[in-house]
């Protein structure tokens, strides 16, 4: 604390510009023209558009409808929204709505986005391991590809007719007719999806080692001393310790899963196919914006995805404090 | 001093910033087509300008570009009152540019080749050419009438037939002989001899008795015999492979129709499935999960063992309902050996012979200031430009794949396609199903269009992949969503 008192208190150094030397009023103005650019860029491409956004939503304003003016609707594109099927239809054997394809993938994906990544930590951390260093470049080498080239790379992979897998596993013996439709198929379509997300958790995985590797050696030295067993160490010692970390990519993975649009776009063309079961909420954003171009519309559905995001956030900080141990608010 | 300097330098650094930022953003080069971006000019050496955009449609790949700059330069070369720019625009953006220049008041002169779809996105901004058409006298004889019909909308007539595509039924005739089935009916009006003896109707029924016969499992039992496995069917009778559209197979089997109730406005459009389409759907969805299937799902017509989707190449389809322009990827057939034949559309459920015309033309934007001229060079592109555009020649492949719209210059294409599929006999099978072209479109009009096609596909998939549908809760649920949409 004592480096810190011979700074001026933040409202005197707001309040007396009028009273600065001509050498702290340069150095003060030189100052905020290095952050001219930033705010004119934080304005221009962030801020005003999305007040921008939030205007559109109370508009009918379509791209296309070049001849007309744009007309104040009020509430009509939120009600169309929350009456839309398309967004919310959860009935089974129907084209699931966006918000629903969402989560039915999230069931999936976030499970093995989390504790994957763990596992491999935990087995990157093991001291029987050899060549452990080697090991971790690789599991995180995938994570510096473009995650675009990658998505490419694994369509051409999972090719029903000519991606390897589908003949190396025709090579193991498995019958042509019997051959996983991957991503073509509806059954397979989500793990095709978690499968190309695999290799992505190099960065999951090695924040997750970062946590495992800081857990004080002192606590399992006391483990050993209570005589706990692998299992006991782990969910006594290991978890807790590490739970700001999964929380962390809990958080990371569950705003990813309401932004997922890449790999559906690329893999199915932004079709939705089959049978809607790939037109992500993100992606019919995307599609309602730029390919329907009902700008209103779309940010209608962007503001939505907003607070969707923010209320799950917030739900999620609300649990932490039942499952999340922060070692520094525990001396 | 030094402070001062380098301030000034931090300013400057960051006034470059911003200008780089706030620039326009370059369109991508293409080939060496004029930019997408360049400014309209109405008169440049005393001529009047007219920009012709491509892109929305097919037309922007490298060797289609040269040919169409060659089209450009014979036209000005011809011109001495009109100046003809061509601006090419990469497909994926082209929409977004046209839209953008249209609502900038700067839109393009002439827009094409553009089908219905993606005409259909830009409704209302076409120009009515039939004033022209007259006071010019040009002559519309020379097309199928048929097609000439097709332009007729209720924004006047909004196109000239320029590339077509008809429908046909492609079939496998090795697949038919093993079946002991005889060859489909190579004249409209012909009907077919079944495997007892009996001379039938052509039709969807009739079809789909034939695709039974023709879908073998494992064992080699057809589809509807005793002890058939339908868990190990290994070749399939029909598939409308990539025609796979609802709007496609309700308008094949019922002749017409649309899902738009006319005479709504903006807040009241409503949709609605005729009954006709339904049966044509339910059709469909029984051939594909019925107790005797013969249409293959879309995770088999997917899969490996029918080539990724291009499932008539395979070998193992009997029959399937595409335009002209599939002869361009059927080649995998030919190379295994096989070959292919054409057979006449069926009629569909009013008694009537129903085809399918994929059509590619040019559209007038409304708000052009020179209309006059911007329909001499529709014209000029039509009956001129198709020579190089369409027709070609032995030395010059043509830009585009298709058939030309007019009868007197389809010699040579038909000349090009017999070289190229010496076993293929019923060639006007092929050109007679431009009498049949499907007026409406089942391409036509609907509100918020791209989403509402998008979606009835969603339906297609969904049908396609998904067993034990319940297939009116879903057609319900179809209307209620266009509904929605219409009205977005």
Redesign the interface.
């Known amino acids: 604390m004592e480096l810190l008192t011979h700074l001026p208190k933040k409202s005197t150094a707001v309040t007396s510009y009028r009273k600065m030397s001509p050498i702290a009023k340069r150095e003060y103005r030189n100052g905020m023209l290095f952050l001219l650019p930033w705010f004119v860029g934080f304005l221009g491409f962030t801020l005003i558009p999305m007040l921008a956004t939030l205007f559109f939503t109370f508009l009918d304003l379509k791209i296309l409808d070049v001849l007309a003016t744009p007309k104040w609707v009020g509430l009509a594109n939120y009600i169309t929204l929350f009456k839309d099927n398309q967004i919310w239809n959860a009935r089974p054997n129907s084209s699931p709505g966006a918000l629903w394809v969402t989560i039915r993938f999230g069931i999936i994906a976030l499970p093995v986005g989390i504790f994957l990544p763990m596992g491999i930590a935990l087995l990157m951390n093991s001291k029987w391991l050899k060549g452990s260093n080697f090991f971790r470049s690789m599991f995180y080498m995938p994570y510096i590809i473009p995650f675009v080239a990658s998505i490419f790379l694994w369509g051409g992979l999972l090719n029903p007719a000519s991606g390897w897998i589908n003949k190396g596993l025709q090579a193991m013996g498995v019958p042509y007719d019997s051959l996983p439709g991957w991503g073509n198929d509806i059954n397979w379509v989500y793990p095709t999806y978690v499968i190309m997300g695999l290799w992505g958790i190099g960065n999951a995985m090695l924040t997750m080692l970062a946590g495992i590797q800081g857990v004080p050696t002192d606590l399992y030295d006391a483990c050993k001393v209570d005589g706990a067993g692998s299992w006991g160490t782990f969910w006594n010692v290991t978890f807790p310790m590490i739970s700001p970390v999964i929380f962390y990519n809990l958080i990371l993975s569950v705003v990813g899963l309401f932004q997922y649009f890449l790999v559906p776009l690329v893999v199915n063309q932004g079709t939705g196919a089959p049978g809607g079961a790939s037109m992500f909420y993100n992606l019919y954003l995307y599609k309602t914006f730029f390919v329907n171009m009902n700008m209103s519309y779309g940010s209608t559905l962007a503001w939505v995805l907003f607070i969707v995001i923010l209320i799950t956030t917030v739900i999620l900080f609300s649990t932490a404090r039942y499952w999340v141990y922060y070692a520094s608010e525990n001396p | 001093m030094k402070?001062q300097l380098?301030?000034l330098l931090?300013?400057f650094v960051?006034a470059s910033?911003?200008l780089t930022?706030?620039g326009a953003p370059t369109a991508a080069p293409v080939a060496t087509a004029a930019p997408a971006t360049e400014a309209p000019v109405g008169l440049a050496e005393g001529k009047v300008v007219i920009r012709w955009a491509v892109g929305i449609g097919t037309g922007e790949a490298a060797n289609q570009v040269a040919i169409e700059n060659d089209v450009v330069a014979d036209f000005n070369a011809s011109q001495d009152k009109i100046k003809l720019v061509l601006e090419v625009t990469p497909n994926a953006s082209a929409?977004?540019t046209i839209?953008?220049e249209?609502?900038a008041g700067m839109g393009p002169d002439i827009v094409g080749p553009v089908g219905w779809v993606g005409s259909n996105?830009?409704t209302?901004?076409w120009l009515d050419i039939a004033p022209y058409i007259a006071s010019s006298g040009y002559d519309t004889t020379k097309f199928e009438q048929a097609l000439v019909n097709s332009y007729q909308t209720e924004q006047g007539m909004v196109g000239l037939p320029f590339a077509v595509y008809p429908s046909a039924i492609y079939y496998n005739p090795g697949l038919f002989s093993e079946a002991g089935l005889e060859p489909l009916p190579a004249k409209y009006g012909d009907q077919y001899k079944m495997p007892d003896g009996s001379m039938v109707d052509w039709n969807w029924d009739n079809l789909a008795k034939v695709a039974k016969l023709l879908t073998i499992d494992a064992n080699g039992k057809h589809s509807g015999e005793a002890g058939f496995d339908r868990t190990?069917i290994?070749q399939y009778g029909f598939s409308f492979q990539w025609e796979g559209h609802p709007e496609y197979v309700g308008s094949f089997m019922s002749n017409g129709g649309a899902l738009l109730v006319p005479g709504g406005s903006k807040g009241s459009y409503a949709a609605k499935v005729p009954e006709a389409w339904k049966t044509a759907w339910e059709w469909l969805y029984n051939g594909v999960w019925g107790d005797e299937p013969f249409i293959p799902n879309?995770?088999?017509e997917?899969?490996?063992?029918f080539?990724?989707?291009n499932s008539m190449s395979s070998g193992k389809i009997g029959m399937v309902d595409m335009p002209s322009w599939y002869l361009c990827c059927i080649g995998d057939l030919v190379k295994a050996g096989g070959t292919f034949e054409f057979g006449t559309m069926p009629i569909s459920l009013d008694g009537k012979v129903a085809g399918r015309v994929d059509a590619d033309t040019f559209r007038i934007w409304k708000g052009t200031k020179h209309p006059a001229e911007a329909f001499t060079v529709l014209a000029y592109l039509i009956d001129t430009g198709i020579l190089k555009l369409v027709v070609g020649s032995p030395e010059t492949p043509p830009a585009y794949g298709a058939i030309p719209s007019q009868g007197t210059l389809r010699g040579p294409w038909l000349a090009a396609q017999k070289a190229a599929w010496p076993f293929v006999k019923n060639w006007d099978v092929l050109i007679d199903g431009l009498n049949y072209a499907d007026v409406p479109s089942s391409e036509a009009f609907q509100p918020?269009m791209?989403?509402a096609w998008?979606?009835t596909?969603?339906?297609y998939?969904?049908m396609?992949?998904?067993e034990?549908?319940?297939l009116a809760?879903?057609i319900a649920?179809l209307e209620?969503?266009l509904t929605?949409i219409y009205?977005?």
Do not use: H, P
């Open positions: 402070k380098f301030a931090a300013l960051a910033m911003i930022a706030c929409r977004d839209a953008t249209i609502a996105a830009f209302g901004q190990k290994v879309g995770a088999v997917g899969g490996a063992d080539n990724s989707g918020n791209n989403e998008a979606r596909g969603t339906f998939s969904l396609l992949n998904t034990g549908l319940d809760a879903e649920t209620s969503d929605t009205n977005k």
